[in-house]
């Protein structure tokens, strides 16, 4: 046996998983990835927010993961230099309607154990100017991370802790031996006891080879950003928000101020046609199959409002004004001009067979495996205390 314990996918789920099996046990741990460089999906490029838990059902696993990650992941920043914002968000309602949402966002906070408080017109205005909104919840605890910093910080801790790291590695397929997996990789085979398929956007797939996860698939949706140009970063001190639809797994198209100083806009959240697919032109037609011939995209673009978000959502990639105009809706001063094009992300969203879009983290547990199948937002902040969860299961299973 090659390993005791083999982690496929060096994202942030797969390195706190690592890394806290390590600290936990003295079983022989390796993590594959297949990029050269870590950060180079999920983990690397999202809003970098820590979330904490005011818009998850409380008792739910993410409304946990969310209150206990956002202040293990601060105290981590700071242990580690990490950069770091404190700045808290404002979400804001811009109608009654939003205003009776978001009394239910501060239960739910209080519930979760997140602090919240709504913030009049006033207050929103001290705090953000140029933003609309007849009032606000104001979370003071969200705060801005280096997501790529944080990525690379977790495997310096997972080495040192006795973790094998093989990078520019693919496991192309994965063999149940009865007791144990033989993975084959681009650098040949891996045998371990115990599997750990934290491999994202390719989690589905690798699972359903060992027939784990037949229910469900992976629907790709990019999450593009655009900038503001520097003499307009003003116009935003921190993080505003849109009230989130409940019906929907996103949170809409928001203003991030960054540790770096930038202000990012977005994500919004395009089905993309292709599963690293990061630019609009981009697309990988066997990919665009899979996605084609799922059952659960057709059950789930059924919905009149999915298909309408579908289309919104499209026009935005492909229209600046679009974009512009979901970006002017939380500030009105901001204009299309204002706006450079910056990066995206893709979110491996899983979608079930009866077309539901999977809002909670879903993992599935064998004897001698786990394979995690929808490491959702904000999975950038429930990392560490997800990976503990899950090295806490592998521990018990020894
Ligand atoms: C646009 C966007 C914005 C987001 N914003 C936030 C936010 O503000 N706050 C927050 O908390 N969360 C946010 N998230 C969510 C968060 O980024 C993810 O939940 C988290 O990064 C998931 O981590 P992961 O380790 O599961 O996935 P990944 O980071 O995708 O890691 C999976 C790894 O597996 C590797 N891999 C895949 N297949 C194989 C294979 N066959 N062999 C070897 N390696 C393989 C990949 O290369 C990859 O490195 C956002 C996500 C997106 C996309």
Not at 89 to 106: G, H, I, N, P
Request: aromatic share 8%; proline share 5%.
């Amino acid at each position: 046996m090659d390993h005791d314990v083999l982690i496929v996918g060096g994202g942030v789920v797969g390195l706190s998983t690592g890394l806290h099996v390590a600290r936990r046990t003295d079983l022989d741990v390796a993590i594959v990835e297949k990029e050269h460089h870590l950060a180079s999906h999920q983990s690397g490029r999202n809003s970098g927010v820590l979330h904490p838990g005011f818009n998850y059902e409380p008792g739910s696993l993410k409304a946990q993961f969310a209150t206990e990650g956002t202040s293990r992941m601060k105290e981590y920043c700071h242990e580690n230099g990490i950069p770091i914002e404190e700045f808290g968000v404002v979400v804001s309602a811009l109608d009654t309607r939003e205003e009776t949402r978001l009394e239910e966002l501060k239960e739910q906070a209080d519930e979760n154990g997140a602090e919240a408080r709504i913030i009049d017109r006033k207050e929103l205005t001290e705090r953000e100017p140029n933003a609309r909104g007849r009032s606000a919840l104001y979370a003071p605890e969200a705060a801005s991370v280096d997501s790529q910093q944080y990525v690379y910080q977790l495997a310096r801790d997972a080495q040192a802790a006795g973790v094998a790291l093989y990078l520019g590695t693919e496991v192309e397929r994965i063999t149940d031996r009865g007791s144990g997996y033989r993975l084959g990789t681009t650098h040949g085979p891996l045998d371990t006891r115990f599997l750990v398929n934290a491999a994202g956007l390719y989690a589905d797939r690798l699972a359903q080879q060992v027939g784990v996860g037949e229910d469900y698939q992976i629907v790709p949706f990019r999450g593009e950003y655009y900038e503001l140009v520097p003499d307009k970063r003003s116009l935003v001190n921190t993080m505003i928000y849109p009230t989130p639809d409940p019906e929907l797994p996103f949170l809409g198209v928001h203003y991030t101020r960054r540790t770096d100083d930038k202000v990012i806009i977005g994500p919004n959240a395009v089905p993309a046609f292709g599963r690293e697919a990061y630019d609009n032109t981009d697309f990988d037609l066997g990919d665009l199959g899979d996605t084609a011939q799922y059952e659960g995209v057709w059950k789930l673009l059924a919905s009149p409002k999915m298909l309408q978000v579908a289309g919104s959502e499209l026009h935005k990639s492909y229209r600046k004004d679009r974009f512009a105009r979901a970006a002017k809706r939380l500030v009105p001063s901001v204009t299309a001009d204002d706006l450079v094009k910056s990066f995206a992300g893709i979110r491996a969203q899983i979608v079930s067979n009866d077309g539901e879009l999977v809002k909670d983290p879903l993992f599935v547990e064998e004897a001698d495996a786990i394979h995690v199948l929808n490491a959702v937002s904000p999975g950038l902040t429930a990392s560490l205390p997800f990976g503990d969860h899950l090295a806490e299961r592998i521990e018990s299973a020894y």
